[in-house]
């Protein structure tokens, strides 16, 4: 039951992720694409393109609003599960364990990086829309198009990030620091089983 439940969570999340990448990543190909507009036409474009990024970083907002506690939750319950499945393969003697335990743990590793990773993407892909931004032929451009690009470019100086609760943000470092934490439970439930024998 909770598989059914977990696994379409898993996949909605993600699909989040991948909606603010997407979106993020179409907008600075529409930027980038602007160097080919004749000046008359880059008026237009540049307010659909601002309101874009505003619209894009509402939802980003809304979606970490939505999911930090959820993800908090995620993460602790996967560090446990993966700290437990370590310590299984460590002191059990039956290789039918150590052989399911083992793809259980390649299976929560897989799970931490993929979440990681798509959130360190949405933060690259908005540090990049200021490099679009940047390229493009200023000179060519009126006063209040490029106060507007300017405006752009200082919107995306910060990164637009998914966190963790109040824990810090979801990046590949991240990732690092729960498999240090993991590998910190499994020495600690060694180190208490240990004394029990």
Request: charged share 20%; with cysteine; proline share 3%.
């Amino acid at each position: 039951m909770a598989v059914s439940i977990y696994c379409p969570f898993q996949i909605i999340l993600i699909n989040l992720f991948l909606t603010v990448i997407l979106r993020l990543k179409m907008l600075r190909a529409n930027i980038e694409s602007m160097r080919d507009f004749d000046t008359l036409d880059v008026n237009k474009f540049i307010r659909i393109y601002v309101k874009e990024h505003i619209d894009i970083m509402r939802n980003c907002r809304f979606l970490n609003d939505t999911m930090k506690y959820a993800m908090l939750l995620e993460f602790l319950i996967t560090s446990g599960e993966l700290s437990m499945f370590i310590f299984i393969v460590i002191m059990t003697s039956s290789p039918n364990s150590k052989m399911f335990s083992g793809a259980c743990i390649v299976n929560l590793l897989v799970k931490i990086l993929i979440l990681c990773w798509h959130a360190d993407q949405i933060r690259e892909e908005s540090i990049g829309i200021a490099d679009a931004v940047y390229e493009l032929p200023w000179l060519e451009y009126d006063k209040s198009d490029v106060t507007s690009l300017q405006i752009i470019m200082m919107r995306s100086q910060k990164p637009l990030t998914l966190t963790i609760g109040p824990f810090g943000t979801m990046t590949l470092e991240l990732a690092v620091k729960i498999f240090k934490a993991t590998y910190t439970y499994v020495t600690f439930m060694q180190n208490v089983y240990g004394k029990l024998d």
